[in-house]
């Protein structure tokens, strides 16, 4: 059973538009939601993270939402740029347990 | 900081050989992940050390594959009797708090 689930697998935007990227758990144990970013030849990298007692957290042009009842969680972009173009794996853990992480989604931003 | 430290950066082995991969989690991190990323598969979790215990092996394939951290300095993940299949980038990661995971360059290993 995949623990974490995160669609679309590529997204592609115009620069300037806010891309949404999605993700649905299933263990309601999870506490720790990450969210990575991880460049062509590089290795992933958290990029912002948020814990289920918040529904929000910002970091500039970087959003999650967190609905704890429908156990899901988003990333949004905001104005989007040609660099943040990248695969994103969103992924989710439970106190000292291990960390699930989703399939990733390839994002493609055009100047 | 020179970061989670993966070595060799790529190693070819041909099919039955023994593969044996380090890693050197950042100065002081308590927290040791080993992981796998392909193609296909994407990232998949093996294994997590965590003040040098054994905390969670349920990703590690039983037979062929060993992990063990014999300090706080090091890790090794070994691979014996490589298969085709084994070929992917395996990657280390680090921890202070067991939350903010640092990872490692990775390991590009080929099985002929």
């Known amino acids: 059973q995949q623990q974490v689930r995160q669609s679309p697998q590529s997204l592609t935007v115009w620069e300037g538009e806010t891309a949404i990227l999605n993700c649905s758990y299933e263990?309601?144990?999870?506490?720790?939601f990450p969210w990575y970013h991880q460049f062509p030849g590089e290795s992933p990298a958290l990029l912002i993270a948020i814990r289920p007692v918040s529904n929000k957290k910002e970091d500039g042009r970087f959003t999650i939402f967190f609905n704890k009842r429908e156990k899901k969680f988003s990333l949004h972009i905001a104005d989007s740029q040609p660099g943040d173009s990248a695969t994103y794996f969103c992924?989710?853990?439970?106190?000292?347990?291990?960390?699930?992480f989703g399939k990733g989604t390839s994002l493609t931003v055009i100047p | 900081n020179a970061g989670v430290i993966q070595t060799p950066r790529h190693k070819v082995t041909g099919k039955g050989q023994e593969a044996t991969l380090w890693c050197e989690p950042i100065s002081g991190h308590s927290a040791v992940f080993w992981y796998r990323q392909t193609i296909v598969q994407g990232l998949e979790f093996l294994t997590y050390?965590?003040?040098?215990?054994?905390?969670?092996d349920s990703g590690m394939p039983k037979e062929r594959f060993s992990a063990q951290m014999p300090n706080q300095s090091h890790s090794t993940l070994k691979i014996q009797s490589t298969q085709p299949q084994d070929s992917a980038v395996y990657l280390c990661?680090?921890?202070?708090?067991?939350?903010?995971?640092?990872f490692g360059p990775g390991t590009r290993l080929l099985v002929l």
């Open positions: 990661a680090s921890s202070l708090d067991g939350d903010t995971q640092y």
């Open positions: 263990d309601s144990t999870f506490d720790y």
């Open positions: 992924a989710a853990k439970a106190g000292y347990q291990n960390f699930y």
């Open positions: 050390f965590r003040n040098q215990a054994p905390i969670d």
